[in-house]
T-cell receptor
């Protein structure tokens, strides 16, 4: 069974600070996705990383896929209250399977 | 497009009752997923369909759970009989799975189930 761990579990910071959250596994994934979920809503996809070592930027968010495709990080620069939410990573198994495995999430709170 | 539509948004029922959750995927999508989210276990994949055919139901907890997809625009997740430990938020998601698709899953707003 492929498992994903995320750290930290909870994070509360002030507006303007930088932060990094991590997603780790002992398994290799063909791709990895990051989602943000707000209260009362479903997760919304932020990015998909596919190649080991790949870095993608989405405005103030920077996503990196580990060289071995077992881990990933999400860095947010100058966090804003609108970044508040549950950040989930999800790994796709090797091959064409769609049975994604989700991590438990990092709950981020950005205080004004 | 209205996105993935789930109903009801909230369901409160008593232990032993049958519960049916409904999902309308995004038009044109050929894959549909049912997830369950709890504080303890996070987001778990229960079952997914491709072209209306169940592909992987290994996440379905037990025989009390069943899912159907009679056509490309509708799916149900049924729990019979329901138990308090089934209380959770159930999400439906859909995607287009093709040779060059990016495999983006779009989630509905979820059904919050409470079994008393």
């Amino acid at each position: 069974t492929q498992l994903l761990e995320q750290s930290p579990q909870f994070l509360s910071i002030q507006e303007g600070e930088n932060l990094t959250v991590y997603c780790n596994s002992s398994s290799v994934f063909s791709s990895l996705q990051w989602y943000r979920q707000e209260p009362g809503e479903g997760p919304v996809l932020l990015v998909t990383v596919v190649t080991g070592g790949e870095v993608k930027k989405l405005k103030r968010l920077t996503f990196q896929f580990g060289d071995a495709r077992k881990d990933s990080s999400l860095h947010i620069t100058a966090a804003q209250p609108g970044d508040t939410g549950l950040y989930l990573c999800a790994g796709a198994p090797p091959g064409y399977g769609q049975n994604f495995v989700f991590g438990p999430g990092t709950r981020l709170s950005v205080l004004p | 497009d209205a996105g993935v539509i789930q109903s009801p948004r909230h369901e409160v029922t008593e232990m032993g009752q049958e519960v049916t959750l409904r999902c309308k995927p995004i038009s044109g999508h050929n894959s549909l997923f049912w997830y369950r989210q709890t504080m303890m276990r996070g987001l778990e994949l229960l079952i997914y369909f491709n072209n209306n055919v169940p592909i992987d139901d290994s996440g379905m907890p037990e025989d009390r759970f069943s899912a159907k997809m009679p056509n490309a625009s509708f799916s149900t997740l049924k729990i019979q009989p329901s138990e308090p430990r089934d209380s959770a938020v159930y999400f439906c998601a859909s995607s287009f799975q093709g040779s060059r698709a990016k495999n983006i899953q779009y989630f509905g707003a979820g059904t919050r189930l409470s079994v008393l």
